[in-house]
């Protein structure tokens, strides 16, 4: 864990339990510093859990949103929630903190959601490239091909089996452990190396290898179309709604993919980390927060380039004031 305050000597050193100095001592913060980060920490939490509130409900009451792209992205959202009502307040604690007082089964409950919301976001963003590349690739039969029934089943297999997979890496592979004493023993002992690798190829390497080889064909074919349609100037009714699909199709591909790129940014740096642990303190600091702050980033991206989410929030917030 990063130490913000460096090492404190004296007569005045204070220990997270008053028995002797066999226990960890307090971390030392200025109290301005202290309020504000903690201050800083917790808007960023209610952020986030209020933006993907308002897509959560957005996409669940109005049923003109009801779309197979839109259920993705519901499901994007809810484990965006997650971090942001569990992960990002205790990550505040731990990192801001020198003193675990949480006990043993809440780390490893700490540990687990965390694992899983970024299992989940991952899986998610696996869906919602094939999703796209039915869409921009084989348009003709998208409708066909990708159904609401289908996608609920396929979202619904995704979240059982991270919920299943991440409960038993972290039973067979990994030891958290939680000495009475202080945070620093509240950490990640990897019990067998190959779980480890395991674990990275099933939850980083195979998903993020998927991802970028459908999107790399996805803005091929998606090229290759739009000059095809520009070619042709078709002017039929029929050929303007083709071109009007296609680039309400594309415009959704970028969309969804800068938040493809987003989450690569936030997390692929904590990968480097766990396995480089060189990085100074201050470093460590960000790159352990960064990874959190991917789900307040994301419905930020949709309010930017999904009209509807703008409407359907300025509905939603009218609604709140009046009531």
């Not at 409708?143 to 979240?159: A, E, G, N, V």
């Not at 997979?165 to 945070?183: E, G, K, M, W």
Request: glycine share 4%; aromatic share 14%; hydrophobic share 50%.
């Amino acid at each position: 864990m990063a130490d913000l305050t460096g090492s404190h000597t004296g007569p005045n050193v204070q220990y997270c339990f008053q028995d002797g100095n066999s226990s960890c001592r307090k971390a030392f913060l200025s109290t301005s510093i202290y309020i504000t980060l903690y201050i800083f920490f917790s808007l960023i939490s209610a952020v986030t859990v209020f933006l993907n509130l308002l897509v959560i409900i957005s996409i669940s009451h109005f049923k003109q949103l009801h779309t197979t792209t839109n259920l993705l992205i519901l499901s994007l959202a809810v484990s965006d929630l997650l971090v942001g009502l569990i992960v990002i307040p205790v990550t505040t604690v731990a990192l801001m903190e020198s003193c675990w007082g949480f006990g043993e089964y809440f780390c490893v409950f700490y540990f687990y959601i965390t694992c899983l919301c970024a299992s989940l976001s991952l899986g998610n963003l696996v869906l919602i490239s094939i999703d796209r590349y039915v869409a921009v690739c084989d348009p003709l039969l998208y409708h066909s091909k990708i159904t609401i029934t289908r996608m609920m089943c396929c979202i619904s297999i995704t979240w059982c089996f991270y919920i299943i997979y991440d409960a038993a890496i972290i039973q067979i592979f990994v030891n958290v452990l939680v000495p009475s004493r202080c945070l620093n023993e509240c950490f990640i002992v990897e019990g067998f190396m190959w779980g480890n690798i395991i674990d990275l190829v099933i939850t980083m390497v195979v998903p993020c290898s998927i991802i970028i080889t459908l999107y790399m064909k996805i803005f091929v074919v998606a090229r290759s179309q739009a000059r095809k349609v520009f070619s042709k100037q078709a002017a039929s009714v029929s050929g303007v709604k083709t071109v009007q699909a296609n680039k309400s199709e594309r415009k959704a591909t970028k969309t969804l993919s800068i938040v493809v790129i987003n989450y690569l940014i936030c997390w692929i740096p904590i990968q480097f980390y766990l396995f480089f642990l060189f990085i100074d303190n201050v470093s460590s600091f960000i790159i352990s927060f960064l990874p959190l702050v991917n789900s307040l980033i994301n419905p930020i991206i949709y309010a930017f380039f999904y009209p509807w989410f703008k409407v359907t929030a300025k509905i939603i917030l009218t609604r709140l004031r009046r009531s």
